[in-house]
């Protein structure tokens, strides 16, 4: 699945772990998130948010990723 990287703050959501902090499960593809689901990091709308695909990394953390390092 893809993942999606806010354009306010870098935060990338992936689909592969969710948001916890806001009852998102994992595996919830980003077109599947509320509409009212806001950044958990800046509280920024979904539509701040842009498709940077999939990550090409092997294993990898959220919150390690580099926003450059998969713009398409």
């Known amino acids: 699945m893809d993942m999606y990287a806010c354009d306010i703050c870098g935060y990338y959501y ?38 940077v695909g999939q990550p090409t990394l092997g294993a990898y953390d959220q919150y390690d990723l580099v926003y450059s390092d998969y713009i398409d």
Request: charged content about 25%.
């Open 14 to 51: 992936a689909p592969e772990y969710g948001d916890e902090e806001n009852h998102i499960a994992p595996d919830t593809p980003f077109a599947k998130l509320p509409s009212n689901w806001m950044c958990p990091a800046c509280n920024a709308s979904k539509d701040k948010f842009c498709r």
